[in-house]
């Protein structure tokens, strides 16, 4: 069997034909044609929300942290369990992340841990949807609303996700999606901040246009326009623009399509998960997942061993995310944390390959390979 990835390149039908159309004429870049048609694409998606296409997730979070006029000192609630990008982008502005554990069922924040972890300086609690499935929103809200705190989601891995009739990133006072190439749809390099709360719709226009009051200018609200904000160039560019497109019209396949291996992956290892070898995701979601598909092994060693083993016989499996609460970063704050669930999920989380060149054969060779991995070790123990 040849080396199955853990990814692949994303493919793009049009961007070639895309690209000579931009080249042909440079109105089409000044008036980000390419982005105008993504926005048209979205916008049935996220009823509600204003939508802001950005150069990354990262940058979408960035945004988001300058919205909300973080001072300081103040304190943002998160998962240790997530990408750096989550933390950086307040931490940079001069707040401080409280990290708070993940539930072993989801490995999403767990909400009964939140309210102890609020104090007097809290201003946000950020919500990272784990392999784009839910955290419990409706529970969340409550207790920002109790608290006055800004919900923010993290759904950069939730495109085409839900929580019951909601869109992730829909939900909360921000929204912040990943149209990465690690991600499922994708622009290359790419992401989506969505303002779902009145109060900042305006203000993020400014924001996203380098703190300028440019849209106000190209409706012909002002004569011209000027320095009236902070900001940056948080804008996706037009070549990222033009990939994402095309990707969204595929996007109900691409989806489709994964939803369908994530639905034979859980029938091939439900034995092992029966015998206790290894835990997959909640049944209830596998139907509707499309991120990624991971396992958790019994310790540290085996998940190494078990990785291993795959490359061995040709796949390529991958573990993440080194806790950001242990991270060098973190440390040098002089603040030790222990945080249970997380420390244990990164050390023994496996990622299988899940991309769209994937095909059943692969599925149940990959099953099979991790099948013989248990049997082959029970007769050496
Ligand atoms: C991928 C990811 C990001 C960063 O997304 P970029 O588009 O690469 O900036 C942030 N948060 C989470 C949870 C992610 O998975």
């Not at 994303?10 to 000579?20: G, I, L, P, T, W």
């Not at 750096?84 to 940079?92: E, I, K, L, M």
């Not at 929204?175 to 009145?198: C, M, P, R, W």
């Not at 209830?284 to 490359?311: D, Q, T």
């Amino acid at each position: 069997m040849k080396k199955i990835k853990f990814n692949t390149n994303c493919k793009s039908k049009h961007f070639v034909q895309y690209f000579e159309l931009l080249q042909s004429d440079y109105d089409l870049f000044r008036n980000k044609h390419f982005s105008n048609l993504c926005i048209k694409e979205l916008e049935p998606i996220y009823s509600g929300s204003t939508l802001f296409l950005t150069h990354s997730a990262t940058a979408a979070l960035e945004m988001a942290a300058t919205l909300i006029d973080i001072l300081p000192g103040d304190e943002i609630i998160m998962p240790s369990f997530t990408f750096v990008s989550t933390a950086n982008a307040f931490v940079g502005k001069g707040a401080i992340p409280v990290f708070v554990d993940i539930k072993e069922s989801d490995l999403n924040l767990d909400e009964s841990l939140i309210e102890q972890a609020i104090t007097s300086k809290t201003k946000a609690v950020v919500a990272v949807h784990y392999a784009g499935h839910p955290c419990k929103l409706k529970e969340l809200k409550a207790l920002c609303d109790k608290h006055d705190l800004f919900l923010i989601e993290d759904a950069a891995m939730g495109f085409g996700s839900s929580y019951e009739a909601h869109p992730l990133g829909g939900y909360g006072d921000f929204g912040i999606i990943s149209f990465d190439i690690t991600k499922h749809v994708s622009a290359i390099q790419g992401g989506l901040l969505l303002v779902n709360n009145e109060k900042y719709k305006q203000r993020a226009k400014n924001v996203y246009h380098i703190g300028t009051n440019r849209d106000a200018f190209e409706h012909g609200e002002v004569l011209y326009y000027e320095w009236v904000d902070l900001g940056s160039k948080y804008q996706m560019n037009e070549l990222n623009a033009a990939f994402l497109f095309d990707q969204l019209q595929e996007s109900k396949s691409i989806l489709n399509d994964r939803k369908a291996i994530s639905l034979l992956y859980y029938s091939k290892l439900l034995a092992l998960q029966k015998s206790g070898k290894l835990k997959m995701m909640p049944e209830s979601h596998v139907a509707k997942n499309v991120h990624e598909f991971y396992i958790i092994l019994g310790s540290e060693s085996e998940k190494e061993s078990l990785r291993i083993f795959m490359i061995k016989n040709n796949i390529e499996a991958l573990s993440h995310y080194a806790p950001l609460h242990n991270s060098s970063y973190c440390l040098k704050s002089g603040k030790s944390q222990v945080i249970t669930n997380t420390e244990r999920i990164s050390k023994t989380i496996l990622r299988l390959p899940l991309h769209n060149d994937i095909k059943e054969e692969h599925i149940s060779y990959i099953a099979e390979v991790v099948n013989s991995f248990f049997n082959e070790n029970r007769e050496t123990k």
